[in-house]
Every structure is written in C-alpha cells, then in structure tokens.
C-alpha cells in the first residue's frame, strides 16, 4: 500500500507539464496571430486607399460642412460583345471600301504605278498614295506639270464618290532650298501639299474633307544619304482616312483616365 501511494505521488509531480505545453502553445498561436494582423497587403492597402480617396473627394458635404455623405461611384458602361461586333462590322466594311477606291486609283494610275512613280499602301488609319514629286512638279517649284495635273484629275474623281477625309501631305528632302518664294522645305511642301488641295477642291470634293500638312524633310522614308534616297523622300502623299471616330478619354488632372490615342507610325501594306 506505501508503495503504490508512493507511485501516485510521483506521477502528480509530473503533471504540470501538460498544464505547461497548452500554456506554450496558446502563446505561440497568439504571437501569429499578432504577427499576421501587422502584416499589411500593399497591393489590397493601396486599393483600399484610392477608393477612399475617390469617394470623399466626390462626396457631397451636408449642411454642416463637417461629415462627407460617401456616394457610391458609379461602374463604368461595359461595351457588350453585341455592340462590340456591331462597330467591328462597322469598320470592316468601311476598310472594303477603303480598298475598292484603292483599286480604283490604281487602274487610272497604272503606267506611273508600273514605273514605280506611284505607290497605294494600306496603313492603320487608311489607305496612302505616294507619288514622287518629279512628275508633279519642276524643281524647286510648287505648279503641277500639265501633264500630270490631268492625272490628278482622274484621281479626283474617284475621291469625289468616296465621302473619307484626305490629308494631302507634302515630303521634301533635306537639301535646303533658299529663294524668294520659299525660304526653305517647310514652305515648299506645305505649298505643294495646298496646290494639289486646291486642285481636289476645284473637282468638286467638298473642303471639309481636305487637309493640306508640309513636312519639310521630317518624315523621310529613305536615308538622305545618295540621290536614289533623296528623290524617294521628295513625294506627295495622299492620305484617304477612316470616317469612324476613335474613342478618347478625357485625362483630370491627377492624369487618371486613358491617354489619348498616338499617331499611328505602324508598318503599311502595299495593295495590289
């Protein structure tokens, strides 16, 4: 009987050490605890920051003119696939049309087109014809040869049909020019650019669907390096535009919203 009272009081000596674990292991569970609410998510802060900022600066203040009344900002419109097709279609069609004229000037242009005088690309925005400025117009001169003023007139009247916007832009190298009616590239090609406007003009195509750009030699698609590069960048182009508005978003002055969309510098297609 001693003995096994002497056994019983043994093992209670040694029953604080469950008491002790437990008492560990809450503390460690407490301490994560502690550590993960002082972790903050900085993406999910910063969220949670503009949003705050957004909706104050848009409250109204009530007639105190202490305490905001936070009002929900409202969700921008989502374009449905239907309406998303829809202006797809839209611009498909349009960038047939864009070809047919192209074709067009083509046929009535096709000796210069075979002598590489002529070029019809197909870019983002449209549809381009670059002619070299050598059979448009004498050197250092900005009157269409007569010649050539007849084919203009052929192109004209394929435009008249069409109802795209033209930019006429005029190209010139970088060999400066210096002489009482043009004292230098810049007014070279802007004239030349308005010469073939004018000519447009007179063939019926309404003025508010021509504009007239002179690039001096800014805008080279050669290097001015040998004569072959320098008579490539002396052209006029004509630009046939697209109709279809492109979407823009206005910018506040934090800069929030989309920017607006850059000249287009893709590459082009040569249409055949």
């Known amino acids: 009987m001693a003995r096994r009272r002497h ?4 093992d209670n000596h040694e029953r604080w050490l469950v ?4 008492f560990i292991t809450l503390l460690f569970a407490f301490f994560v605890v502690m550590y993960a ?3 903050v998510n900085e993406g999910k802060y910063r969220i949670l920051s503009n949003s705050m900022v957004v909706a104050f600066r848009n409250a109204p203040v009530n007639s105190v003119g202490q ?3 936070v009002m929900p900002t409202p969700s921008p419109a989502v374009a449905t696939p239907l309406a998303s097709k829809a202006s797809e279609g839209m611009r498909q069609k349009e960038r047939e049309k864009m070809r047919q004229v192209a074709k067009n000037i083509l046929d009535v242009m096709a000796p210069l087109v075979e002598q590489g005088k002529v070029r019809v690309l197909e870019t983002s925005r449209g549809v381009s014809i670059e002619i ?3 059979i ?3 050197p250092g001169q900005a009157l269409l040869k007569p010649p050539l003023a007849k084919a203009m007139l052929s192109v004209a009247e394929v435009l008249v049909a069409a109802d795209f916007p033209i930019t006429i832009e005029g190209h010139t190298d970088n060999m400066p020019i210096s002489n009482t009616q043009f004292p230098s590239n810049w ?3 802007a004239v030349r650019a308005t010469t073939v406007l004018r000519l447009f003009a ?5 003025a508010d669907r021509l504009t007239a750009i002179g690039y001096a030699d800014t805008r080279p698609v050669e290097p001015n390096l040998l004569a072959d590069g320098r008579a490539r960048n002396r052209r006029v182009t004509i630009l046939i535009d697209s109709t279809i508005p492109e979407k823009s978003t206005e910018l506040d002055l934090q800069g929030a919203g989309r920017s607006f969309p850059a000249a287009p510098t893709a590459s082009h297609t040569t249409v055949r």
């Open 19 to 22: 008491s002790y674990a437990d």
């Open 132 to 134: 070299n400025d050598s």
């Open 67 to 69: 305490t905001p009344t």
């Open 187 to 189: 007014e070279l090609s």
């Open 37 to 39: 609410l002082s972790s």
């Open 202 to 206: 007179d063939a019926g195509i309404a």
């Open 136 to 138: 448009l117009f004498s």
């Open 7 to 10: 056994e019983e009081e043994h």
